[in-house]
Nanobody, 122 residues
Framework: QVQLVESGGGLVQAGGSLRLSCVAS????????MGWSRQAPGKEREFVAA????????YYTDSVKGRFTISRDNAKNTVYLQMNSLKPEDTAVYYC???????????????WGQGTQVTVSS
């Protein structure tokens, strides 16, 4: 079992930046691929970014490429999502996720955090 706790969300103006953090506990963090997804009101959950166990492979959905960066620190059991040039359409609840083995499919992730709200004002 893996427990995930996100932090770092908040209210920011368009063009601003936020860094989300997700701390994992319960199992060997380095054995897990990690991902970030988001869900805006009235919309389906969207897979935003993923990173493999070593950090050597990353994935980004098209809408965030060049603006968001996913990274991890296995010594701190933490994965990050650096979000720059934020837009109002990035407003959503952001969720951290984990699974054994790297995957780009949202449905493959079986451990989830409680989410952190990101609001981008225009």
């Amino acid at each position: 079992q893996v427990q995930l706790v996100e932090s770092g969300g908040g209210l920011v103006q368009a063009g601003g930046s936020l860094r989300l953090s997700c701390v994992a506990s319960g199992r060997t963090f380095s054995g897990y691929a990690m991902g970030w997804s988001r869900q805006a009101p009235g919309k389906e959950r969207e897979f935003v970014a993923a990173i493999n166990w070593s950090g050597g492979s990353t994935y980004y959905t098209d809408s965030v490429k060049g603006r968001f960066t996913i990274s991890r620190d296995n010594a701190k059991n933490t994965v990050y999502l650096q979000m720059n040039s934020l837009k109002p359409e990035d407003t959503a609840v952001y969720y951290c996720a984990a699974r054994i083995g790297y995957s780009l499919k949202l449905s493959d992730y079986n451990y989830w955090g409680q989410g952190t709200q990101v609001t981008v004002s225009s």
